[in-house]
Structure formats: structure tokens, C-alpha cells
């Protein structure tokens, strides 16, 4: 359904997206995880159609965007970061409107609102002006302008920022219901446990790069560590990180110094919390807290760029 070649881009002489390579099968659902910054929204601007990339190439079932855009934003309904809806206008309105301009009929744009609102679940609530609605109900509606002409690939930026959570998880839920029934999604987010629970497979994107790509299980195989003890001090001391680094089961530190905390990927925790601990102790630290994760992409992220995904 896509693939993305090795694609570049810069603003000003900075390079922004730098090499980006993935592909997504048809019916599938893909997520593109990283931090705010990480290049995910002007990849997926790039993908639409509406940002010319520099180099590379992007191909939509097989046709160039760059050669091709106006028959590429015809598969794709794009769900942007920002609202895209007329506030003054009514839910069933802005639908129409936007169905139109997807190049809809009036009959049809009418027919496919009323579809579209009910999939939303905003039917009741389709005369009122969307600058009446919550956040998460704009949201929702957001979504419903990218499902009016049915497209093949449906691309969804940050669509839960700031919201709700029932509109939340009524997202979520339809996402899931979308691709179930056949639809191809690209999900981008720095919510870990979105792309967890939508995603088949995920690319994890740092500094304009994709720096990992496979499975859930595959991208938590490659962690040094079996689990990891995020550990709270009173302050910090180089000689105690120092001393953990020397213990055997310890595989990778990664410290914060504004919490005064420390993140310690071990091969296992059994002996190896009761001995951190004394350490501490030795070293004149009290423990404040101590927490035990098991592996997940969070800690995926953390361990490949010593930061966390919402920093």
C-alpha cells in the first residue's frame, strides 16, 4: 500500500526527515512512534502529498506522489494534529463540506454524512456548530471530514492529544474497527500504548530517523535488559552510578538528573534490587522509590536514546 524510500528533508539548511525508509502492506496497521520534534508530521505531510520531499520517493499503491499527488489524495483521508473543521458550521455541515471537496456529489457527501455521524457517534448532536462541541467531540468529527470518501489509507497525527478519555478510547475503538473491517492505517503518536494496542508493526522515529522497526515483540526482543528498576534517591552521586555500572547484572544506566532518579536495565531483578539497595545504603543515599517494569517500547525508546518519549 506504501512504501517510503529513503526520503529527505530540510528547512532553512536543517535537515528534518533524514533517510526515512518503511513500507506498509495493504490492510495493514502501522505506527510511527517518537517524541514531539522526532520528523512523524512532516513525514506524514510528505506522504499526503502536501510537502514536496528533497530526495527519495514515496509510492501509494505502486504511484509516486511526486508524480502523480492528485490521484494519491484521492486513497488517502488524512486526520491532521490540528482541528480541520469551520467552527461556525454545523458537525453535518463541515462533513458535506469536506465530502465535496474529497469530490463527492451533494447527494452522496449528504448520504455519507449521515453514515459518517453515526460512526462517530455524533448523530444526535449533527445540527450543532462544531465551536459548541468538547475537544474530544471535535476530534471525533475530525476524523469523520478523512472517512467521507472511504479512502484506502487513512493517516491519523496525534489524533487523542489533549482530550477526554472516553473520547479517547471511542477513538481508539473506531481506529480499531476501521482497520478490522480492511482499512490500511498509519497511526502516529507519542503515546506508547496507543501504537501498542493499535499496531501490528511499529517504526520507533528519533531526530528525523527511524531507528527501529518490526513487531512489538520483535523491538522488545532487542532490550539489553530483562526488566528495568527505576529507582528515586535522595540526590545523585557519580561514584554510586559509577559501582552499579561494575555490577554484573546490570546491562544499561540511564539517569535523570532533575528527579535525582536512575533507570537501571538488569538481566533479571531478583538479586538485583537487594543489591542496588545496599549500595545505596553504603553510599549514604536514602531510597525515596523503586519501581520494577517489565519490558515494553517505553523502555525500548529509553534504552535506544537515554530519553523518555514524551520528553
Given amino acids: 500500500m506504501l512504501t517510503v524510500q529513503d526520503i529527505k528533508k530540510s528547512f532553512n539548511k536543517k535537515e528534518v526527515v533524514k533517510g526515512v525508509s518503511f513500507s506498509v502492506e495493504k490492510g495493514e496497521s502501522f505506527g510511527l512512534l517518537g517524541p514531539n520534534g522526532a520528523g512523524k508530521s512532516t513525514t506524514i505531510s510528505m506522504i499526503c502529498g502536501l510537502l514536496a520531499y528533497d530526495s527519495g520517493d514515496i509510492l501509494v ?35 458535506i463540506f469536506w465530502g465535496k471537496m474529497y469530490g463527492l456529489s451533494g447527494s452522496k457527501a449528504k448520504k455519507r454524512a449521515e453514515e459518517v455521524l453515526d460512526y462517530v457517534g455524533l448523530k444526535d448532536r449533527a445540527k450543532e456548530k462544531i465551536e459548541t462541541f468538547s475537544g474530544g467531540m471535535k476530534r471525533r468529527i475530525n476524523i469523520g471530514a478523512a472517512l467521507m470518501h472511504e479512502p484506502e489509507l487513512l493517516i491519523m497525527d496525534e489524533p487523542t492529544v489533549g482530550i477526554d478519555p472516553q473520547s479517547r478510547n471511542h477513538i481508539l475503538e473506531t481506529v480499531k474497527e476501521l482497520n478490522q473491517k480492511g482499512m490500511t492505517v498509519i497511526y502516529t503518536s507519542h503515546y506508547m500504548e496507543e501504537v501498542e494496542y493499535l499496531c501490528e508493526r511499529i517504526g520507533i522515529v528519533d531526530q528525523g530517523k527511524v531507528i527501529a522497526l518490526g513487531t512489538r515483540t520483535d523491538l522488545c526482543s532487542r532490550l539489553a535488559g530483562g526488566t528495568v528498576i527505576k529507582l528515586g534517591l535522595s540526590q545523585l552521586k557519580e561514584e554510586f552510578t559509577n559501582q552499579l555500572k561494575e555490577f554484573e547484572q546490570v546491562e544499561k544506566i540511564v539517569t535523570d538528573h532533575e528527579h535525582s532518579s536512575l533507570e537501571i536495565f538488569v538481566k533479571s531483578h531478583q538479586n538485583a534490587v537487594a543489591d542496588i539497595i545496599s549500595a545505596a545504603i553504603g553510599a549514604g543515599l536514602q531510597v525515596v522509590s523503586l519501581e520494577l517494569q517489565e519490558p ?11 530519553r523518555s518519549l514524551r520528553d
Fill in 61 to 95: 499503491g505502486g504511484t509516486s506522489v511526486k508524480k502523480n499527488p492528485s490521484e494519491i489524495k484521492k486513497k488517502i483521508g488524512i486526520v491532521p494534529q490540528e482541528i480541520a473543521l469551520y467552527p461556525t458550521m454545523s458537525a453535518r455541515e463541515n462533513l
Fill in 296 to 306: 515494553n517500547l517505553e523502555t525500548l525508546f529509553l534504552q535506544l536514546t537515554g
